[in-house]
């Protein structure tokens, strides 16, 4: 009997063992590639976002980028895809009143829209840069929706991404096999209807009528999903 008891309870911790395993596989890959979360707690990652006009330069950026790529580093062919979501109550520009302003009905309306997101369709054009048994970088373009304001546009725009097999260096920034991604776009606030208060003629003179956008993230197979 105890020898049946045995049995059964090393064979419900294989069970267990097994699903875990299962599971780890299925958040980190799935049949187009490798999914990498972009997740960090150290606030590293970045979205860097520049208004210029005649009479105002404007530079903002915020942490809070959630979200996750697929790509898989050893057939790059197959392209990837993937979610990015930022908060809009996250942007800041270095001065609290003018955050204010930017997220108010009359400019981004945080409150109507709370989020700003890049939905990556698909990835071409993709060549690779350097390639080694650590690491490989691949420059691309990127296919995505970027919604902002309530209004999604399809955009086309340069990026580059680089691959990170797991070391002793890599655990230093996160664990798992890492995903850097780096690319920059410009939109058109008119394009996202975002015209400032009424009556006032702000865009083109203090706001510039375009947004230069870079983003610099990381994401990694070991993380998991903002459950914001």
Known sequence: ????????????????????????????????????VVNDSKMLDNVTFKSYAPLEDIVGFTSEISGYLVFDPFNPKKGGHGVLDVPITGLTTGIPLRDEHMQSAGWLDAEKFPNAS????????????????????????????????????VLEFPGRITYLKESEATQRRMPGNL???????????????????????IVGSKVGETIDIEVSIMGSTMAKLSEN
């Not at 049995?7 to 596989?25: K, N, Y």
């Open 179 to 201: 995903l850097a991604a780096r690319a920059s776009f410009t939109v058109a606030l008119k394009d996202f209807a975002v015209n400032g208060p009424e009556g006032m003629a």
């Open 1 to 36: 009997m105890k020898l049946l008891k045995l049995f059964m309870l090393s064979f419900v911790i294989v069970m267990m063992l097994a699903g875990a395993l299962m599971a780890q596989d299925k958040t980190m890959n799935t049949e187009d590639g490798m999914r990498f």
């Open 118 to 153: 890049l939905r990556i369709n698909s990835l071409k054009d993709i060549k690779e840069v350097k390639s080694s048994n650590e690491s490989a970088s691949y420059d691309l373009t990127v296919v995505a929706e970027f919604t902002l304001h309530g209004i999604t546009k």
